[in-house]
T-cell receptor, first 113, second 115 residues
Framework: AQSVAQPEDQVNVAEGNPLTVKCTYS??????LFWYVQYPNRGLQFLLKYITGDNLVKGSYGFEAEFNKSQTSFHLKKPSALVSDSALYFC???????????FGTGTRLLVSP | EAGVTQFPSHSVIEKGQTVTLRCDPI?????LYWYRRVMGKEIKFLLHFVKESKQDESGMPNNRFLAERTGGTYSTLKVQPAELEDSGVYFC?????????????FGSGTRLTVV
């Protein structure tokens, strides 16, 4: 069965510093991987996805993620964090048998001024 | 393009009552999904419609939950009777085409509190 692990409940980073939110996955076959963000009192917003092609995927708001097949990872990164990036981040993989998404437990990102 | 719309945004009901959540997908999206996040846990899949047909309902927790998508447009998710453990945020998503290659668009969610 497909699964996603987000090992950190919370990541703290100072504004202007680079940030990384970790995600590892387990899936049979080629993975479709996604990152979503949830700001307070808002819905899930799409950040980026990896389907095929370049391992480095660029997304919204300056975020990017690197697909690493050998390490089965899809870490989310940003070169310079903003206070406004503080939110809850979810990594997800598409189920290979069906179209549903399997989510991780989420990582809260806190960017301090 | 209008996004995925869900209402109500919040609902507080007593145990044993009935609640109906509604989701309006993006026009032209045949695929509609329901998910739920219980406090502090992962977002879990409930079911998937293709047009008006249930493609996958493997995530529905029990028969107190009933989802419909009459005419292949909007969908409703009814919980009857509600229990305390049903509290959480219910998300709806829609997608165009097969396999999510075009991505999935989520609504803002309905926060359900059962007291």
């Amino acid at each position: 069965a497909q699964s996603v692990a987000q090992p950190e409940d919370q990541v703290n980073v100072a504004e202007g510093n680079p940030l990384t939110v970790k995600c590892t996955y387990s899936v049979s076959g080629n993975p479709y991987l996604f990152w979503y963000v949830q700001y307070p009192n808002r819905g899930l917003q799409f950040l980026l996805k990896y389907i095929t092609g370049d391992n480095l995927v660029k997304g919204s708001y300056g975020f990017e993620a690197e697909f690493n097949k050998s390490q089965t990872s899809f870490h989310l990164k940003k070169p310079s964090a903003l206070v406004s990036d503080s939110a809850l981040y979810f990594c997800a993989v598409r189920d290979t048998g069906f179209q549903k998404l399997v989510f991780g437990t989420g990582t809260r990102l806190l960017v301090s001024p | 393009e209008a996004g995925v719309t869900q209402f109500p945004s919040h609902s507080v009901i007593e145990k044993g009552q009935t609640v109906t959540l509604r989701c309006d997908p993006i026009s032209g999206h045949d695929n509609l999904y329901w998910y739920r996040r219980v406090m502090g846990k992962e977002i879990k899949f409930l079911l998937h419609f293709v047009k008006e047909s249930k493609q996958d309902e493997s995530g529905m927790p029990n028969n107190r939950f009933l989802a419909e998508r009459t005419g292949g447009t909007y969908s409703t998710l009814k919980v009857q009777p509600a229990e305390l453990e049903d509290s959480g945020v219910y998300f709806c998503a829609s997608s165009y085409g097969q396999g999510g290659s075009y991505g999935y668009t989520f609504g803002s969610g309905t926060r359900l509190t059962v007291v």
